[in-house]
């Protein structure tokens, strides 16, 4: 066994752990986040969904593995995300100024293209983003998504 591990997290079928210099070993199912886990160091968190993964380092860039439509693959390439929401198909991630990127499958797309937002809220399917003025945004699969 190997040691050093300060954090667990999963998808369905999959683990992936962070040791104490932000290397990421995963195991598990290959189409759920069980390999393809990224080899670089510096990683502070890891999200799921169902079936994928992404890993976020301290200057907000974000690696995603696992199942392309659980939002595997097409995570953002730039920097600066603060925070990561996800559902059980999609992720959706935060800038500071409240931009938000989101990738996946149901909820991976239709987000918000305006910036402002705080926080995000999820379904299995479908994300709800809030602004500071108290404005909701609401994008993803039917029977959760539509803005009240």
Same mark, same amino acid.
């Given at each position: &066994? ?7 997290? *999963?998808? !369905? ?18 189409? *759920?986040?069980?390999?393809? /886990? ?9 999200? !799921?969904?169902?079936?994928?993964? /992404? ?5 907000? !860039? ?38 938000? &990127?989101?990738?996946?499958? *149901?909820?991976? *797309?239709?987000?918000? &293209?305006? &910036? ?21 945004? /609401? ?7 539509? /803005?009240?």
């Amino acid at each position: &066994t190997d040691t050093g591990y300060t954090a667990l997290y *999963s998808t !369905s079928y999959a683990f992936a752990a962070v040791k104490a210099d932000g290397s990421v070993t995963a195991w598990g199912s290959s189409w *759920s986040g069980g390999s393809g /886990a990224p080899t670089d160091t510096g990683y502070t968190a890891i999200y !799921s969904t169902g079936r994928a993964f /992404a890993a976020v380092k301290a200057d907000g !860039s974000v690696t995603a593995w696992g199942s392309s439509w659980s939002g595997g693959s097409g995570a953002p390439t730039d920097t600066g995300y603060t925070a990561l929401y996800s559902t059980s198909y999609a992720f959706a991630a935060v800038k500071a100024d409240g931009a938000v &990127t989101a990738w996946g499958g *149901s909820g991976g *797309s239709g987000a918000p &293209t305006d &910036t402002g937002y705080t926080a995000i809220y999820s379904t299995g399917r479908a994300f709800a983003a809030v602004k500071a003025d108290g404005a909701v945004t /609401a994008w993803g699969g039917s029977g959760g998504s539509g /803005a009240p």
